[in-house]
């Protein structure tokens, strides 16, 4: 999976806990090919060991994939459909992690084209030339009410309703992905977060933020600063990453509770 013609990935990835929540149920994944972010749910930890469960298994795919030949899409439905097969064992052994789930969003690399795979109400973005576009669609129940016309996206921001998602990893058939195969333009940039962000930030605060803050790791302090300020009533974990002449890194980070679990064990 070289990336070609001197293009690259330029990212940085942050998670914090946010103001009002005791643990870090979010766990997030960057590397120079594969970019993820996952959001547990679920009582008694569920939602740190269903969040790190999805990130540990990305990390896994980043591992042991060869260099090219890869069917991108195939590769990120797998390794959902496993961290499915996974949260399902793992409830049956232990009752107390019954109920638990993970949003998942990840983006997977070969040179300029990328898979991009998403269940939940995680989100991801891409700043073009001046425009930002959320590439995801939300699987929540106000966004099934905003598609059949029957809320605006105005009122689905203050429904209090809002949180309630309905399609995420949780342990039932294969894992419901969607799945499309993009290119990327060099200087593009993209954003991967979890909703402790985007429920606090709104659009034009997020394209302001990425559109004057250069630096990757920088951007995701400030947008976390941001979410926090409003309150961080959840969990707020973001990726940036840019795609053009960058060198290619061999950094690879895992944040949030996947970090916090590989650092217990």
């Given amino acids: 999976m070289a990336l070609n013609e001197g293009l690259a990935l330029r990212y940085a990835a942050r998670s914090d806990v946010g103001v009002r929540r005791e643990a870090n149920e979010d766990s997030g994944y960057a590397s120079a090919r594969l970019l993820a972010i996952a959001d547990g749910m679920g009582g008694h930890a569920g939602g740190e060991v269903a969040s790190s469960l999805a990130v540990t298994a990305m990390v896994a795919l980043d591992e042991r994939l060869p260099d090219s030949g890869v069917d991108?899409?195939?590769?990120l439905k797998d390794a959902a459909r496993?961290?499915?097969?996974?949260?399902?064992?793992?409830?049956?052994?232990?009752?107390?992690?019954?109920?638990?789930?993970?949003?998942?969003?990840?983006?997977?690399?070969?040179?300029?084209?990328?898979a991009l795979a998403h269940v939940g109400d995680s989100r991801a973005y891409m700043l073009r030339d001046g425009a930002l576009y959320?590439?995801?669609h939300d699987h929540t129940l106000v966004q099934s009410l905003v598609d059949e016309g029957r809320i605006t996206p105005e009122q689905a921001a203050e429904h209090p309703r809002r949180s309630m998602v309905l399609r995420v990893l949780e342990g039932t058939g294969d894992g419901e992905l969607d799945l499309s195969l993009r290119e990327a333009q060099p200087d593009d940039r993209y954003l991967l977060c979890s909703d402790g962000l985007t429920g606090v930030v709104g659009p034009e605060t997020l394209f302001n933020t990425l559109t004057e803050i250069d630096d990757p790791a920088e951007a995701a302090r400030w947008l976390i600063d941001l979410a926090n300020r409003g309150g961080g009533p959840d969990n707020i974990t973001c990726i940036v990453a840019d795609f053009g002449a960058h060198p290619v890194s061999a950094e690879r980070s895992v944040v949030g509770a996947a970090a916090e679990r590989r650092l217990a064990h």
């Fill in 82 to 114: 496993d961290v499915n097969h996974t949260l399902h064992d793992m409830s049956e052994q232990d009752p107390t992690l019954r109920g638990m789930g993970t949003t998942l969003t990840a983006m997977l690399w070969d040179g300029a084209t990328f």
């Fill in 134 to 136: 959320q590439i995801t």
């Fill in 72 to 75: 991108l899409t195939a590769a």
